[in-house]
């Protein structure tokens, strides 16, 4: 009996070895593929962490990947702009990689693309498991680290442990982007939707039921603020064109944060100009038709910013929409 469970603790460990052997070499090597993909979702994390350097940055989810085109802002002011949207992340997403940026260098201009319901989207545990998958493989970057661990500090004690724990929600996509299964073609980040899956005059659609603006959210949104100021970062916060209105009062609030702390605000979510149908690929993202209307309205308007034009020596190219402020 002795000499069975001996056996047994013998195949348990050698089992388990095994398992630990086989975590390490495929954690290697997913994290090997993984910093030298080149393009798309995971490449919009991997520049805005490792790379990037340039003096105008785009932060947002997919509506700002998707709307603007960073690099007719780079031809039209000569600086170099990059788009760090990325899909399905709110603000926190958008908090945790600012501030680690800047621990490394200070851009000169950052236009944050916030939702109509910012303040509502992605509440609670949904934004909090995107922004830490989406951050697991850097989190031996000290800022990245403290915004995960705030969060739950029991996501860093697994990745230490297992070596494929940052990757294991995403392999199909690694693989795929590695292997060029996948491919999403950027220009500075910018991905474009083509073509569009709305039919008919664009209707602004706004639910009935009441949603509740998350605290965090709220919170964090002032924290970004507060980041690009303590760092004389110029903030530009931009509510994109889209056909929904899922929570107004994100809008108001929105408004009255950027207002007192002397942010400016454009807010195109409900610009007649927009109601055309055929500048979108769905719902809430504009095709690579709307986006490049739309990003020569936001030249037009930095343009026209005196403050902005005289650090890049912009000259206004024509009259602006009318934008609600």
Not at 88 to 116: C, E, H, M, R, W
């Amino acid at each position: 009996m002795k000499k069975t469970f001996l056996n047994a603790g013998k195949s348990t460990l050698l089992f388990l070895l095994i398992l630990f052997s086989a975590d390490r070499a495929i954690g290697y090597y997913l994290e090997k593929i993984y910093f030298k993909l080149q393009n798309g979702e995971f490449y919009q994390t991997i520049h805005a962490l490792t790379k990037a350097k340039e003096d105008i940055l785009i932060f947002g989810s997919s509506r700002a990947m998707h709307h603007y085109k960073s690099h007719i802002i780079e031809e039209h002011f000569q600086v170099p702009t990059y788009n760090l949207g990325r899909s399905g992340k709110n603000i926190l997403y958008s908090y945790a990689v600012f501030s680690q940026l800047l621990s490394t260098y200070k851009p000169k201009v950052v236009i944050l693309d916030v939702q109509p319901s910012e303040f509502s989207w992605k509440a609670g545990r949904e934004g909090e498991d995107a922004m830490i998958d989406a951050l697991l493989p850097f989190k031996d970057f000290p800022e990245i680290n403290k915004n995960i661990s705030k969060i739950r500090k029991s996501e860093i004690l697994l990745s230490n442990l297992f070596k494929t724990y940052p990757y294991n929600t995403d392999v199909a996509e690694i693989l795929g982007y590695h292997y060029g299964f996948i491919n999403d073609e950027s220009n500075n980040g910018y991905i474009a939707l083509k073509g569009n899956k709305i039919s008919k005059k664009v209707k602004r659609i706004e639910k009935s039921e009441q949603v509740s603006n998350d605290p965090e959210l709220i919170r964090v949104f002032r924290g970004f603020i507060s980041l690009a100021k303590a760092n004389k970062v110029e903030l530009y916060v931009v509510i994109s064109p889209t056909t929904r209105r899922l929570n107004a009062g994100s809008i108001h609030l929105i408004k009255k944060i950027t207002q007192e702390a002397k942010i400016p605000l454009f807010n195109y979510s409900e610009l007649p100009e927009f109601n055309d149908y055929t500048l979108f690929y769905d719902g809430t993202h504009l095709n690579d038709q709307g986006a490049t209307e739309f990003t020569n309205e936001i030249v037009n308007k930095l343009s026209h910013l005196k403050l902005f034009s005289e650090k890049f020596s912009a000259k206004p190219i024509s009259d602006s929409l009318g934008v609600k402020l």
